[in-house]
DNA sequence: GTCTATATTGTGATAGAC
DNA sequence: GTCTATCACAATATAGAC
């Protein structure tokens, strides 16, 4: 390849991850996105013919920094109980590490889910067998309450995600400075989530 | 007032929030908005001077309706856990009967926090002392569980508002066809939010 | 109060030289 | 591969007639 070819791409992505977090598809400018890196626009339509293709790439790799490591998890040879923990643990880590990537994920496919949801779907296919059969057996033998996968990993990830897709308006609610995020919060979160999920698997 | 200069601008009003709740600030297109009830974009200007103008009347609105409740139950003459209960019925009430206009409030905060997070605290402006109070005497007396009011109402807020806002990603997850909003699953959802949030208070 | 016409600026995208 | 120039159109906003 000559020059810098591979270089000014992944530049581009780069910025466009950056122009699209911070504004959203319509809300991005193809223009920030090239002045950032000192290039033309006819850069960003050399590499990727349009706004929409550029955007997909952002969109495709956010979801899987979010959810990549999922089925590893949801598969390893642990116990339930630890197992839980790992979720919850890695989700926060997530949630604290990308706040931004996070809420990007989550608030672009709330409008366009018609555009969005199948290239989502095309970077995550949750394997939920194994993990289902852990929780039915765990509840026929009264070691936890019997709860669907579905409202079981809603509850995580709701109690996880939300604090920093709604950041901002309980912030407000509460008169806090910046609280929402930040590791400080993650660590007191975490122990608060995981007494609600165990207390209420455990009822 | 001549003529129906107060039906316009209310029409106006209605096919605004139509438009913002669809698209956001910066995909809604006045051009739109005016079709909508077949007036020109010119009328808009007449009754709003710009489209933010015209936007933060549309959000304000759509706080209020999410919010309006709140305080009013938290200083309700009833016990603890009855006011908890009616917390939790009355979000996932909000959260059913408008979740477009709750998703809306969420993601267009979340990224122009600068801009609405004024707007927001104009609203609505919580009043949890006397809550706190209960809180803190119930766990005196071992009724309850230490909790902070912040935690008790972000887990509330999270397990009712989150399904709705993240409802795509979870439709992809799990395969669902469109059981993330609709009665059946806010009836169901209810059961499992009330195990959860009572079993973490009572532990 | 409502419309037509237009100003003004911005924005994604393309053509073509180097 | 990168740039300059430019197209084509879209969008907010304003001026002024009726």
Redesign the interface.
Known sequence: MSKQSKDTRQEIIEAARNEFL??????ARLHNIADQIGVTKAMIHYYFNTKKELFEHVYRQSVQVIFEDLNDLLSKDVSLFKKIELLIENSLQKADQNPRVL?F???E???K?DW??PI??EQ?E?Q?KAFEEELTDAAANYEI?S?SV??L???I???C???V??????????GMDSSVSGNGFSQE?KG?IL???L??LT?
Do not use: C, K
């Not at 911070?22 to 809300?27: A, D, L, N, V, Y």
């Not at 897709?165 to 912030?171: D, E, F, L, S, T």
């Open positions: 911070t504004h959203g598809f319509e809300g809420a994920v989550i608030t496919i709330s409008r889910s969005l949801q989502f779907e995550v949750l939920v309450a709860v579905q409202d990993l809603m509850n990830f709701a109690l995600y939300y604090p897709v709604a950041g901002p308006i309980h912030q407000s609610l509460f979160r608060v007494d609600t999920i207390n209420w009822a």
